[in-house]
């Protein structure tokens, strides 16, 4: 029993090798569990330490690129690149699975710290834009892992798996803030960071293969390969099942947005200290070293409260319609507050509340893209289940027995309901060569959504900056924290208006229900 619950868990058909078999029917799918998530966090610790990263200046300036030169035509780069990098590695991850775009991930990073290593003059500048295409594709590690770890994980370990993956980014960042610094007083160069970069980057892609190999990371149950046709039709379906339901684009625009503000806002709070201390940044890195320290530890309370099994549903909607009020006053101060320690005690509130939103927003997504693919798998089951055989005689029995005019009517119209319903969520019918399982089509559903929401954030982010920059109205950057304000507002309005809506239309289905549940057994005494 231990065996097929440890094949269970994760919708493995893989032929496995006896030592591996063995060892995975000891332990049982909990422990399973556990090692997945571990050699995940793992690889995510691993490939989000980048202790060259709050020194970067430093180090093109010993390749004899100028800061100008760098910020104005090397940079760049990474921002443009970041939106097709992101749909690269998304379209992988639902061709191949989530195996080859970790993989990709990883090699990414590896590729574009050895040409930053290696590059040198007269092509110092080539090289570093090049290898800023390679970073690019670092933007899509989160939800890369994420919704590796939501195909991999029963449903009931997404809570504490998203938060553990936040918190792997979060203790990343806390070594890169001070980790870094105490590294550069016993090393010769700035130059000489990017080879703990680097060994960290080959380390991600270590444990990666390492967990494929003993199968902590097991491949996925696959069917033949689709047809390019098929599968756009594929995923055009899934598009189409997921983005017409109100619930999934609630919380997907609710996680877009909070993730364009808070990343917006990480680019932003840098120049507003600089602003206030009349260009003293030498405690930047205390202060994000104190926002990544309190986010790690609200991220852990949130993993306790998850491993508690307390009711999520309620919570969430909470979190839906009372942050984005929070987060506007937490901007608001930080526009109005004149004192570096007061804006720094502020940012580090609003870091540590924002990165909790995400993984919330993030897992109810995922509970909600589940529901609802399980809803469609359930209608299409219904409707093409076989009619059940009925004995002659019982049939014989039917025939005869007498049936009122309302039963009729009653009948008709549950069939059509039911058809109606059935054909609105109808899965797209695939011959034997280009069958799909329901572990792929979870497996596909995840990253079409996030790399949609992740997609359309960077959207939002290219509009604000060209809107406040100087090719528009060319505002102050603490008129940005306002502006921030206005959006939130309005993002927290939505939230409660569309709450007030699913309250009324779930108490007018309810009262409906009970009407037709009344009037049913008053018919059935009158007959």
């Known amino acids: 029993m231990k065996a097929e619950a440890g094949e269970a868990w994760c919708g493995c058909d893989k032929v496995w090798s006896p030592a591996v078999s063995r060892w995975r029917a000891a332990r049982g799918a909990p422990r399973l569990v556990l090692v997945a998530l571990l050699v995940l966090a793992g690889y995510q610790l691993l490939h989000s330490c980048k202790p060259s990263d709050p020194y970067i200046v430093q180090i093109v300036g010993e390749k004899n690129v100028t800061n100008e ?29 989530y195996r080859p775009a970790l993989v990709v991930e990883g090699a990414m990073l590896v590729l574009g710290t050895v040409l930053t290593i290696v590059a040198r003059p007269p092509f110092a500048a080539q090289m570093l834009r090049a290898a800023e295409v390679f970073l690019s594709f670092n933007f899509a590690a989160g939800f890369i892992v994420n919704c590796a770890m939501f195909v991999v994980l029963p449903e009931e370990y997404y809570q504490v798996a998203s938060s553990l993956n936040s918190v792997m980014m979060m203790l990343a960042h806390l070594f890169d803030s001070f980790g870094a610094q105490g590294l550069v007083a016993f090393l010769p160069n700035y130059t000489s960071l990017l080879y703990f970069t680097l060994v960290f980057a080959v380390g991600c892609v270590v444990i990666l293969f390492v967990g494929f190999f003993t199968g902590a990371l097991p491949k996925p149950k696959e069917g033949v390969k689709l047809e390019p046709v098929a599968f756009a039709k594929h995923m055009w379906h899934a598009f189409k099942l997921h983005y017409t339901k109100l619930p999934v ?30 260009g003293d940044t030498t405690n930047n890195g205390a202060i994000s070293g104190c926002m ?236």
């Not at 097709?84 to 699975?97: H, K, N, W």
């Not at 060209?466 to 304000?485: K, R, S």
């Not at 309005?490 to 229900?513: E, Q």
Request: charged residues 15%; glycine residues 4%.
């Open 69 to 97: 030169e760098y910020y104005q035509s090397i940079m760049p780069l990474y921002t443009y690149s970041t939106l097709p990098a992101t749909l690269v590695t998304g379209m992988l991850f639902e061709l191949a699975g």
């Open 249 to 278: 684009v609630r919380w997907s625009t609710f996680y877009t947005v909070v993730l364009a503000l808070h990343t917006l806002m990480n680019k932003s709070w840098k120049s507003l200290i600089s602003e206030l201390a009349d």
């Open 292 to 527: 990544y320290a309190a986010a790690v530890l609200c991220l852990l309370l949130l993993m306790w409260i998850g491993d508690k099994r307390m009711s999520q549903t309620a919570v969430a909607e909470t979190v839906m319609c009372a942050t984005p009020f929070a987060t506007a006053g937490m901007f608001f101060l930080i526009g109005v507050l004149p004192e570096v320690w007061e804006v720094s005690l502020v940012l580090i509130a609003y870091n540590a509340l924002a990165e909790l939103v995400l993984v919330v927003a993030a897992v109810m997504l995922a509970k909600t893209m589940t529901k609802s693919e399980e809803q469609a798998r359930h209608a299409t089951s219904v409707k093409e289940a076989p009619s059940p055989v009925v004995p002659v005689e019982t049939q014989a029995l039917l025939d005869f027995e007498p049936e009122s005019e309302s039963n009729t009517n009653n009948k008709r119209a549950s069939d059509m309901l039911a058809n109606a319903a059935a054909e609105a969520t109808e899965m797209p019918k695939h011959g034997a060569d280009d069958h799909i399982t329901a572990h792929q089509a979870h497996m596909v559903s995840f990253c079409l959504v996030f790399m949609v929401n992740n997609c359309m954030s960077v959207v939002i982010q290219d509009i604000f900056m060209f809107t406040v920059g100087e090719h528009c109205f060319n505002l102050d950057v603490v008129w940005w924290f306002f502006v921030y304000v206005g959006i939130a507002v309005a993002l927290g309005v939505v939230a409660i208006s569309t709450a007030v809506g699913f309250g009324f239309a779930r108490c007018y289905a309810c009262l409906k229900r009970s009407r037709g549940a009344g009037a049913g057994s008053v018919q059935q005494a009158s007959v």
